[in-house]
């Protein structure tokens, strides 16, 4: 069993303004560099459908350029249901909640969701990430940190989420990290991640450091101090 399976967006679940190979293999080392194994698949529906024995699925994919057949949504979503009622974790990434827009139980498994005609993003630069102040596993002790990413701002989120970081735009406050759980599984969605800066960011990494343990259900090692190294 691997530990965790990078799913990475290409084919239909590709676009023009995002390098998912090149942000898959960043997001692949930053797991790998705490000692779990790690793979990498393309594949998207397949993956999704039939992801193999694996504790964390990562989806890092697009929004599907083409519609998606109904019996390949129906095999991703009983995919997706069977992996998180075995116990299996997931974590969403950056533009992953604009997918998969023809399955119902998507925004309802991730936390939220990318509202078309209302969320939207300033353009891509410098900014400040807020921490909320929380003794939640994933961001205790955790300082505001600097990141060149996207802010994705005016999504639709569930009321079972407990958010963790947040940005400012338009004197308003928007959920940019978050978590979910429930007594079977896991979940964490970071709508960061546009492009490989945002994993210079030493903040960055070391959330996602945090996150990954937390997801892995690895009580020794998520409270530690990070050396914030990216």
């Known amino acids: 069993m691997t530990d965790a399976l990078v799913i990475s967006g290409s084919g239909p679940y590709a676009d ?3 390098s998912f190979p090149d942000t898959s293999a960043r997001i692949a080392r930053i797991i790998s560099d705490l000692g779990y194994t790690v793979t990498i698949r393309d594949d ?3 993956a999704l459908a039939y992801p193999g024995p694996c504790r964390l ?8 350029s083409t519609v998606t057949p109904a019996e390949a949504i129906e095999a991703v979503r009983s995919g997706l249901e069977n992996h998180l009622a075995d116990g299996g974790s997931l974590l969403g990434i950056h533009v992953s909640a604009t997918s998969l827009s023809t399955m119902p139980e998507w925004p309802s498994i991730l936390g939220g969701h990318w509202v078309r005609g209302h969320s939207m993003h300033p353009p891509q630069g410098e900014t400040t990430i807020s921490v909320i102040s929380s003794d939640h596993p994933i961001i205790a002790g955790l300082a505001d940190f600097e990141i ?7 999504r639709q989120t569930n009321p079972d989420i407990c958010i963790l970081c947040e940005h400012n735009f338009e004197g308003i406050r928007h959920p940019v990290v978050w978590s979910r759980e429930t007594k079977t599984f896991r ?16 903040g960055h990494v070391a959330l996602l450091r945090r996150a990954v ?3 892995l259900y690895d009580p020794v090692n998520e409270t530690q101090t990070e050396s914030r190294a990216p």
């Not at 699925?57 to 599907?64: A, E, K, M, R, T």
Request: no cysteine; net charge negative.
């Open 44 to 46: 998207v529906e397949s």
């Open 213 to 215: 343990r937390w997801l």
């Open 148 to 154: 060149n990413d996207e802010r994705y701002s005016y």
């Open 187 to 202: 979940v964490a969605y970071d709508a960061l991640g546009h492009d490989t800066r945002s994993y210079d960011s030493a």
């Open 16 to 18: 023009r303004w995002h």
């Open 57 to 64: 699925l990562v989806v890092n994919i697009g929004n599907p």
